[in-house]
């Protein structure tokens, strides 16, 4: 018997339990958005992915260790559409605009970040320290982007860079939230667009289009 002939059925293996790890995935996303960490069970989302609590088990031995893959999942999305060459506030309120319109391309995962959104936030939480520490890395990364564009005559003088940061940061956690709530009256990306734009233009006094 050949390599191939060996080959062969061992790569079917592989895809076959690639296409059922992938299945097990999407349905933890849609069971973690909507009931929460607590309140999901892994026979529930078993159930949901057409396989056996073993069979689950087999690819995620618990129920943090799935959460867990999808959050590094989420935030593996954001990193692959990182920063670059952001070099101007206008660049940067432009790159959160993209990123918006990734995330609603995908619309469990962004049901799943509204509900880490509350959820984590809660003592003991598995991941509460996780988003701490991803505000702070956000402030570190955005605040001197927005220093510079202070520095640089973008902004107006007496701009609070900081203040920026966090309202742009805000507009978009509670434009999603408000999506969640109402997904079929609400266009994320859209309004999301318009504030982020208003927002630029009160601190430049020019257009965000412009």
Do not use: C
Not at 35 to 59: E, F, N, S, W
Not at 125 to 131: Q, S
């Amino acid at each position: 018997m050949s390599e191939a002939d060996v080959a062969a059925p061992l790569d079917g293996r592989q895809r076959r339990g690639d296409e059922r790890r992938e299945r097990i995935i999407a349905a933890a996303v849609r069971r973690f958005a909507r009931r929460g960490y607590d309140g999901t069970r892994i026979a529930d989302i078993a159930k949901d992915a057409g396989v056996t609590d073993a069979g689950l088990i087999h690819h995620f031995p618990t129920k943090l260790s799935l959460f867990l893959e999808i959050v590094e999942r989420r935030e593996a999305a954001y990193t692959q559409h990182d920063l670059g060459e952001v070099t101007s506030v206008r660049e940067l309120v432009n790159w959160h605009i993209d990123s918006v319109r990734l995330a609603a391309s995908e619309p469990d995962y962004v049901r799943f970040r509204a509900m880490l959104t509350g959820s984590g936030l809660l003592e003991g939480h598995p991941i509460a320290d996780r988003l701490t520490a991803n505000l702070e890395l956000a402030l570190a990364e955005l605040v001197p982007i927005v220093q510079r564009g202070i520095d640089d005559g973008e902004l107006h003088a007496g701009v609070e860079p900081r203040q920026v940061v966090l309202e742009l940061l805000a507009l978009n956690e509670g434009i999603r939230n408000q999506w969640v709530t109402l997904p079929d009256r609400i266009d994320y990306v859209a309004v999301f667009s318009a504030a982020a734009a208003g927002l630029y233009e009160r601190v430049s006094g020019h257009p965000l289009d412009a």
